[in-house]
């Protein structure tokens, strides 16, 4: 026998048993996103490996070690987008969408790291990010928040998170910071590990995200971020506490989250799952104010977030959400050729007129006996059955496959009649026998 062939390790498969979670997500972020006045944009998923160099930055985890990289034939180096913001922000400047004009946008879509593959962190993954330009004032951070707190809502999700905070300055205040940091981490050497000391001199910054013990109990005493902010910072920051606070959504405001890319400024936020997961981090974002003008555009004030919709669907899953499989509301049985062709007729004429009814019908032939165990394993509510006494008299028999109830054989005209009336009476527009 020939070898089969596996997937590439970290990009996973999505089953027909599990599209329907991603389905209802996908609903309901498109539904929302749409109610809050965000326009889709769609990106393309390869782009030069020089735009992430220039804006995630080239001293990042995601550039340094997670990008899928490769030449193009004509030599060019190109790479698997791994975040979206920065294509967002060529493609915005590629088409003047960002100049003199504010822009909400969001885009769904797979994303690419070659990160060491366990549960919620996968080499191929989903985001779903949002991207706003031209607002500079922490009214824009709000509605972010907001709107991230009301996707959460409408996943059911609400007690499962918590939304974290920081201010992490402008690029001057976190340079002046950074020397101190240095200073401090440089004295305690010996206490940081591998990736903390390599980090000192790379990205100083990114250690205050370390989980090693050993260096946050360094960073307990560490000069503190806060300390060195400006006053446009704090005012800022401080306007958007007063705003959660009125909007009733609680945050934690966390000194030490900073965020792995390079293009951030002033405000950070997260929201962290309550359990004690390795993978805790379901959406993350921020302002990121110089990015547009190091891609080459104007300086344009720019903010988003993204959620990692794996992350979401673990949640879900955790939380004991039920997992709605999409079945059939009818299958429809025949006995021949004709009767088969019949079938297809008055199905596609039901599903015309009623276009969320789920129809199957029968194919591949064999008795009715076993045409009526496929129906039951379609989890079809209903079978209609086209026999040969109904071709002959021109009628069919409905039959209820989940409760006890006599089945009924009627004429074209009052079969139609009947679903109709059915449909009439149910709140989701299905059949229920
Ligand atoms: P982490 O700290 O978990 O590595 P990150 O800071 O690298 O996350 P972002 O680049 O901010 O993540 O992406 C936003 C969200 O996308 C994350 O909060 C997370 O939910 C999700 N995400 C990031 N990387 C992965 C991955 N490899 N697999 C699945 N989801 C991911
Ligand atoms: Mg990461």
Redo the contacts with the bound molecule.
């Keep these: 026998m020939t070898a089969s062939i596996q997937a590439v390790r970290g990009m996973n498969d999505i089953l027909p048993s599990e599209t329907s979670i991603w389905q209802h997500i996908e609903h309901i972020f498109r539904q929302t996103l749409n109610s809050f006045g965000y326009q889709e944009i769609r990106l393309p998923i390869i782009e030069k490996t020089e735009l992430f160099k220039r804006s995630v930055g080239e001293a990042t985890?995601?550039v340094e070690k997670e990008m899928y990289t490769f030449e193009d034939r004509n030599g060019d180096s190109l790479s698997l987008r791994?975040?979206g913001t920065a294509g967002c922000v060529r493609a915005g400047i590629e088409h003047g969408l960002l100049y003199n004009q504010t822009q909400r946008l969001w885009y769904m879509g797979p994303?690419f790291?070659h990160?060491r593959p366990q549960k919620?962190?996968?080499?191929q993954?989903?985001?779903c990010g949002v991207e706003t330009y031209g607002f500079a004032g922490p009214d824009i951070e709000a509605e972010l928040i907001l709107l991230s707190a009301r996707l959460i809502q409408q996943l059911g999700l609400s007690s499962a998170v918590t939304l974290e905070i920081n201010s992490i300055g402008t690029a001057s205040a976190r340079q002046a910071y950074l020397t101190a940091l240095r200073a401090y981490l440089t004295e305690h050497t010996e206490a940081l590990d591998e990736d903390s000391r390599r980090r000192l001199t790379t990205n100083p910054l990114r250690i205050l995200?370390s989980k090693n013990p050993g260096v946050q109990a360094v960073l307990n005493h560490a000069p503190n971020l806060s300390d060195y902010l400006e006053e446009t910072s704090r005012a800022h920051a401080a306007s958007l506490q007063n705003a959660l606070t009125q909007l009733g959504i609680p945050f934690r405001i966390n000194p030490r989250l900073v965020?792995?890319?390079d293009y951030y400024s002033d405000t950070v936020f997260?929201?962290l799952t309550n359990d004690d997961v390795a993978?805790?981090?379901?959406?993350?974002?921020g302002r990121y104010d110089h990015l547009v003008e190091q891609l080459g555009g104007k300086p344009t004030p720019a903010c988003g977030f993204?959620?990692?919709?794996?992350?979401?669907i673990l949640l879900m899953q955790s939380s004991g959400q039920a997992l709605q499989t999409h079945v059939p509301d009818a299958y429809m049985l025949s006995v021949d050729s004709a009767s088969h062709c019949r079938a297809l007729q008055i199905a596609d004429q039901l599903r015309k007129s009623h276009p969320t009814l789920c129809l199957m019908v029968h194919a591949g032939g064999g008795s009715l006996k076993n045409q009526f165990r496929r129906a039951d394993r379609s989890g079809a509510k209903m079978a209609f059955i086209l026999g040969e006494q109904e071709m002959q008299d021109k009628t069919i028999t409905l039959k209820s496959l989940r409760e006890d109830l006599p089945q009924r054989t009627l004429s074209e005209p009052a079969f139609f009649a009947e679903i109709h009336q059915l449909l009439a009476t149910q709140p989701r527009g299905v059949l229920s026998s």
């Design positions: 985890d995601i791994p975040e994303f790291r990160e919620g962190r996968y080499r993954f989903n985001h995200d965020r792995g890319l997260e929201w993978q805790n981090a379901v959406c993350a974002g993204a959620f990692g919709m794996e992350r979401l």
